[in-house]
């Protein structure tokens, strides 16, 4: 089955500057890639996702790359607020999500 | 704000209790699940229902018995719980058939679920 790699788990930067995630999935037939955020006591929220028909998406600060050939997509959070720290899942379809990462905005 | 709705938000229950999890969207969405978060962990998958049809068990113990009433409600039925069972409890919806590789996925806030 698909087996969906995330990093880092915990990710700390100050108010302003970017952050990166990274996943990496198994399955080449893999083709939809969300993006999940998760405050607090709340259930996830889609943020941004990305098809395999397309190598790069953007939505304001945000940002997805997908790689198919090294089954690699990556979330890219340009200055960053406070009011991002949360946890980022990724994900390959429906089943297969990434272990998190902890995102920490420092003010 | 999610369009999918759960209630209740939280419950605490013994482990001879009966009592059920729900979930309402209304956005005409075809396909619905359930997934189980524990704390720190990514959600993971319990069961997928499309047309109102249980299409995905992800062999999920039988003290679990998901419910489709209608296109909108999606029930969860706990019975004889074990207190490893707590956990929050998710449902979310996708437009059209429960394809898992294509359909974007809205998900309910959750219910926080206690055995005690």
């Known amino acids: 089955g698909e087996n969906v790699e995330q990093h880092p788990s915990t990710l700390s930067v100050q108010e302003g500057d970017s952050a990166v995630i990274k996943c990496t999935y198994s399955d080449s037939a893999s083709n939809y890639f969300p993006w999940y955020k998760q405050e607090l006591g709340k259930g996830p929220q889609l943020i941004i996702d990305i098809r395999s028909n397309v190598g790069e998406k953007k939505d304001q600060r945000i940002a997805v790359t997908l790689n198919k050939t090294a089954k690699h997509f990556s979330l890219h959070i340009t200055e960053t607020q406070p009011e991002d720290s949360a946890v980022y899942f990724c994900a390959a379809g429906a089943l297969t999500f990434g272990s998190g990462t902890r995102l920490q905005v420092q003010p | 704000d999610t369009e999918v709705t759960q209630t209740p938000k939280h419950l605490v229950m013994g482990m001879t209790n009966k009592k059920s999890l729900k979930c309402e969207q209304h956005?005409?969405?075809?396909?619905m699940y359930w997934y189980k978060q524990k704390a720190k962990k990514p959600p993971e998958l319990m069961f997928v229902?499309?047309?109102?049809?249980?299409?995905i068990n992800e062999s999920v113990p039988s003290r679990f018995s998901p419910e489709c009433p209608n296109s909108s409600l999606l029930n969860l039925h706990l019975h004889a719980l074990q207190p490893e069972d707590s956990a929050l409890y998710l449902c979310?919806?996708?437009?059209?058939?429960?394809?898992?590789?294509?359909?974007?996925?809205?998900f309910g806030e959750g219910s926080w679920l206690t055995v005690v």
């Open positions: 229902y499309s047309y109102e049809k249980l299409s």
């Open positions: 979310a919806s996708s437009q059209g058939t429960a394809s898992l590789w294509g359909n974007t996925i809205y």
């Open positions: 956005m005409g969405h075809r396909a």
